[in-house]
């Protein structure tokens, strides 16, 4: 694999489905040794998930190294231990307490290897009264406030198709070990990592707190538009629809332009960010009318010609299509033992020294045994078949 910013750190990632996994393979794209532990025969359960063909764990394991471990056995937890004695950080998304059953907590990890950090990510956090409940994203997307907001005003809330407060704490968590890597470099020390999914998706609420705070307000469902920010909205077309922002002053003047309408750029009703957003309704439906007469490609180039953002919606086929994409190898082929034409999305962000890469899909269960308890950790191979016969690893 070539050389990422992440190079000569290893991870041992000690967890499964989305919240933990996702931050293992962050920094795996970017270089790290990402070590994952799985339970003999049966795996990460994400192994068998997907829509239609289980697919995602060959996207979300890419670059990882994958080893059988019973994690209940005291045998299995000694290799922990050995594990961790030998690495920089520790990536775990069990229900709290959990490591502490199995006498793998804080205490006993950081006495063996003082720099480890250790990356917990979970749904309510390491403390407080909600700690030891079971938390899955989209819980954690309820309680951070997100599913409150989502979706149509005269429905239920709704959900944004992906699992975003999995990928929001794992993502934290990744930033997270990085900051807890610059102290170690001041310090030696390791330190503990607490990613709490429903804080994640707090993190990203905007000014929804101070809101009804200061001015008891509420934010609700809006929609496809978010409330005074106008315009902002997806437009219909002759045989579509394009969304089309024009939301700030300058841009609005040249959109006005761009429909044939440049008086409206400097009426009073519509020039400042306040008018426009007490007019939104009323501009959504003029600039409807003037969509409709178009086809959605002449509406974008419009928009490009006049330098107001827009763009289609897009699935699959329409990314794999696009010549931006391709031009930047936002998606990629890689290699795949059971199926062709394999493409995925390619490391973000992108870096100009060390950029990130992705050598392989998801490993095969067990797959680097031989490499990690006998070239890491030094066992032999009669060492290594008595704990597989005996279900340990």
């Not at 306040?274 to 959504?284: A, C, I, S």
């Not at 180039?301 to 086929?317: I, K, S, T, W």
């Not at 062709?340 to 045994?369: I, W």
Request: proline share 6%; glycine share 12%.
């Amino acid at each position: 694999m070539a050389q990422g910013a992440l190079d000569g750190l290893r991870l041992i990632e000690m967890g499964q489905l989305i919240a933990g996994p996702f931050c293992g393979q962050l920094m795996g794209d970017h270089g790290a040794e990402v070590i994952k532990v799985e339970p003999p025969k049966v795996g990460d359960a994400m192994r068998n998930w997907g829509q239609g063909i289980p697919l995602w764990f060959s996207v979300v394991a890419r670059n990882k190294k994958s080893i059988t471990l019973n994690l209940r056995e005291k045998e299995g937890q000694a290799i922990v231990k050995r594990l961790a004695a030998k690495a920089d950080f520790l990536l775990e998304n069990f229900r709290p307490g959990t490591l502490e059953r199995w006498n793998l907590g804080w205490n006993e990890l950081s006495a063996i290897n003082e720099a480890l950090i250790m990356i917990r990510v979970s749904g309510y956090g390491q403390s407080g009264p909600y700690s030891s409940r079971a938390g899955y994203g989209g819980i954690g997307e309820a309680m951070g406030g997100m599913r409150y907001i989502a979706g149509e005003p005269d429905r239920p809330p709704s959900r944004a198709g992906l699992s975003i407060g999995d990928s929001l704490a794992a993502t934290y968590a990744c930033l997270g070990a990085l900051m807890a890597l610059n102290h170690r470099h001041k310090t030696g020390k390791g330190q503990v990592v607490d990613s709490a999914i429903y804080e994640s998706v707090l993190a990203m609420m905007e000014s929804t707190i101070p809101e009804f705070t200061v001015a008891n307000h509420i934010r609700e469902r809006t929609g496809s538009i978010l409330p005074k920010v106008a315009p902002s909205n997806v437009y219909p077309t002759k045989d579509g629809s394009v969304l089309v922002a024009g939301n700030q002053d300058s841009v609005w003047k040249r959109m006005a332009t761009m429909m044939g309408m440049p008086e409206l750029g400097d009426d009073p009703r519509y020039n400042s960010h306040m008018g426009r957003g007490e007019r939104q309704g009323e501009l959504d439906e003029l600039i409807s009318g003037w969509t409709k007469q178009h086809t959605s490609r002449e509406v974008l180039d419009l928009c490009e010609e006049h330098g107001v953002p827009a763009g289609n919606m897009y699935r699959a086929p329409e990314m794999l299509d696009d010549p931006h994409f391709a031009a930047r190898e936002a998606i990629i082929e890689v290699p795949h033992p059971r199926h062709e034409n394999f493409k995925m999305q390619n490391v973000a962000p992108k870096l100009s020294e060390t950029p990130g890469h992705v050598d392989h899909v998801g490993p095969e269960l067990g797959q680097h045994n031989e490499e990690i308890y006998g070239e890491l950790l030094g066992m032999d191979s009669k060492a290594m078949s008595d704990l597989e016969e005996r279900g340990i690893i």
